[in-house]
């Protein structure tokens, strides 16, 4: 089994969202449907970033360094070709 970290981005404020599941797509739908209470507010969403762990610990621990500074400027670089293409005002 296979655990994933995913940060979706709100389009509606352009902030990032973290967080790690077991089923990625059922995840993701639950997001978008606004059954999330830490994303309901900040729809629509979309996925920007994931990777995957072997286990439940490892997938926790990523999450965890992706929430800190250092990780949120990790993401930031490996995403940044993307946030470039992002037309500015939003």
């Not at 993701?28 to 629509?44: A, C, D, F, M, N």
């Not at 800190?68 to 939003?90: D, F, S, V, W």
Request: proline fraction near 2%.
């Amino acid at each position: 089994m296979y655990y994933y970290i995913y940060v979706l981005r709100s389009l509606k404020d352009n902030n990032f969202y973290t967080g790690y599941t077991s089923n990625l797509e059922n995840r993701i739908l639950e997001h978008q449907k606004g059954q999330v209470k830490s994303t309901k507010y900040r729809l629509p969403i979309e996925l920007v970033y994931f990777e995957g762990c072997m286990n439940q610990q490892d997938a926790t621990s990523r999450e965890k360094y992706l929430k800190t500074t250092y990780g949120k400027r990790y993401i930031i670089n490996r995403i940044k070709k993307y946030l470039e293409a992002i037309p500015q005002g939003l």
